[in-house]
């Protein structure tokens, strides 16, 4: 019998994910309440005690577990405070999935491969720049075939391949008014690579899908067809070195296998999405991560 736990799930309660974390978790026999990320608020009382509270006033450092299924974009400010508020309950004792470290190391593409490269995990070559002409000199020297992405940001929005130094001048120089960080990739996407999504849990993968497309891009949320594959002995150690390297007890790892075999991990995901995945696999992964965070609470 499975202790009974106070749990939360922060994010939106009508997600694909949330929906489904609540019912099983429920479905498990604990005491579950769903959690808005913008509706947190921080206290410091006359005591000089601090609380975070939820939507209803409810006392978040009173969980045994924390489900951060959603940290929606916002603010500076915004992000910084709902991180900062993560900090705390993990202060308090709340377990949190992930870790708010781990969710920092992941959510900013730029420290996730400083992470990997430190932690010997191969990554693609990146220069992270703040000036336009640093980022031109980027665009040359990663060969002037280069991937752009937003520091933050899921799903393939904001991903430009520039493969032209008249359109990576245009490029660079609009995202300039924005007063943006310039994250410049090599392109590593040869004719027959293998696109891979692996989802890392508690140490072990629990499933892994193909994204299978045409273009450069292969997500799901733009197009990619899924389909569930076996991971190689290389591929299997890879993902596993990536989601440790970030301190993840779930992760999305997307890897990228080039024709002569080479792994590369592109991106680490600390707030994954398994709903594809799910699509092509006949394990509840939903179920599969529960007990994982129950093993991770009562050990």
Not at 220 to 237: C, H, K, N, T
Request: glycine share 10%; charged share 25%.
């Amino acid at each position: 019998m499975t202790e009974r736990l106070r749990v939360g799930v922060l994010g939106g309660s009508g997600s694909w994910h949330s929906r489904g974390l609540l019912t099983a978790l429920s479905a498990r026999g604990h005491d579950v309440l769903a959690i808005p990320a913008t509706r947190l608020q921080s206290i410091v009382d006359e005591r000089g005690d601090v609380h975070v509270l939820g939507a209803d006033g409810d006392e978040l450092g009173a969980l045994d577990l924390l489900v951060v299924r959603g940290l929606p974009r916002g603010s500076l400010e915004q992000v910084i405070f709902r991180m900062d508020a993560l900090h705390v309950l993990a202060d308090h004792g709340v377990r949190c999935v992930n870790r708010p470290r781990a969710i920092e190391r992941t959510i900013d593409k730029s420290w996730t491969g400083a992470v990997l490269a430190r932690a010997g995990v191969p990554t693609a070559p990146t220069i992270v720049c703040e000036r336009y002409d640093d980022a031109m000199r980027a665009f040359e020297q990663l060969g002037g075939d280069v991937v752009v992405k937003p520091l933050f940001g899921a799903m393939g929005n904001g991903i430009v391949r520039l493969e032209d130094r008249d359109l990576a001048h245009r490029a660079f120089r609009a995202l300039e008014l924005e007063r943006t960080v310039y994250y410049v990739q090599r392109t590593v996407a040869p004719a027959g690579r293998r696109d891979l999504r692996a989802l890392v849990v508690a140490g072990e993968i629990a499933g892994a899908m193909e994204r299978v497309t045409d273009s450069w891009r292969a997500n799901v949320a733009r197009g990619a067809r899924p389909r569930a594959v076996a991971l190689s002995d290389d591929e299997r150690a890879v993902a596993l070195a990536a989601s440790a390297a970030v301190g993840a007890d779930v992760a999305g790892v997307d890897l990228l296998v080039t024709p002569d075999g080479k792994v590369v991990v592109l991106e680490v995901n600390g707030i994954p999405g398994w709903q594809a995945l799910q699509s092509v696999c006949s394990e509840d992964l939903t179920a599969r991560v529960v007990a994982a965070c129950e093993a991770l609470v009562t050990a």
